[in-house]
């Protein structure tokens, strides 16, 4: 069977109104099935504007059409990323990481207080519509913190991610209008650490192999 050539949102794996109260349905629901779904939308739209041009031979203006995918391909990835890495408080949300990564975090950061500052300064301070990640660099094998400013010029060449938050203003102005650092102050409530470390080992694996 042939696979599948076009993206599709993913399904939440929490129910909408499981974040409450650091993020709420409404908040949820409209990042997710408007703003996540436009992503989606948007790249496999390229698909076909591509794909048209290649049959009738036509001139397309690369320079726009690639920005425009690679806009959208990068908003798709990420997002996948930060729905995964988010569960409900108390229900594998928030808490410290643990296993391998929790042993690199403070290594490398001296301790989870310090990693959670840096990150949470590189969140809040991460210009217009940005995000903040947590990554792994494997030339200097270091945890490394990131800001993600414009998705479509940093991800395709993108250190892998071990943890994302979106702080474009669509994922927390309906439940802090302004007020980006209060939003990133609940998200370690809801961070799902057991994803993060499944991600590292991962990469540790793969860069083993
Ligand atoms: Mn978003």
Same mark, same amino acid.
């Given at each position: 069977?042939?696979?599948? !050539? ?8 929490? /129910? ?6 650091? =993020?709420?349905? $409404? %908040?949820?629901?409209? !990042?997710?099935?408007?703003? !996540? %779904? ?5 790249? #496999? ?16 203006? =690369?320079?726009?059409?690639?920005? $425009? ?13 930060? *729905? ?7 229900? /594998? ?17 001296? /301790? ?17 519509? /940005? *995000? +903040? ?5 494997? =030339?200097?094998? @270091?945890?490394?913190? =990131? %800001?993600?400013?414009? !998705? ?15 702080? *474009? ?8 209008? #302004?007020? @980006?650092?209060?939003?990133? $102050? ?6 799902? *650490?057991? $994803?993060?470390? @499944?991600?590292?080992? +991962? ?7």
């Amino acid at each position: 069977m042939d696979k599948p !050539h076009f993206y599709s949102l993913p399904k939440l794996p929490y /129910g909408y109104k499981e974040l409450a109260p650091f =993020m709420s349905e $409404e %908040q949820l629901r409209i !990042h997710h099935e408007k703003h !996540h %779904q436009a992503y989606v939308t948007g790249a #496999n739209a390229l698909f076909e504007k591509l794909e048209q041009a290649r049959k009738a031979g036509g001139e397309l203006d =690369m320079k726009a059409a690639l920005k $425009e995918l690679s806009f959208h391909i990068g908003g798709h990835l990420l997002h996948g990323l930060f *729905w995964e890495n988010l569960a409900p408080a108390g229900k /594998g949300g928030g808490g410290k990481p643990a296993g391998v990564l929790g042993a690199a975090i403070d290594k490398e950061f001296g /301790g989870f207080e310090r990693f959670q500052k840096e990150f949470t300064q590189a969140a809040v301070s991460a210009e217009g519509s /940005g *995000w +903040a990640a947590l990554s792994w660099c494997r =030339m200097s094998n @270091r945890p490394l913190v =990131m %800001q993600i400013e414009k !998705h479509n010029v940093d991800v395709c060449p993108a250190l892998p991610v071990i943890l994302a938050i979106d702080v *474009w203003e669509h994922a927390y102005y309906l439940d802090y209008r #302004n007020m @980006r650092a209060k939003f990133v $102050e609940a998200f370690w409530n809801i961070v799902n *650490w057991a $994803e993060a470390n @499944r991600r590292f080992t +991962a990469l540790l694996k793969s860069a083993a192999a």
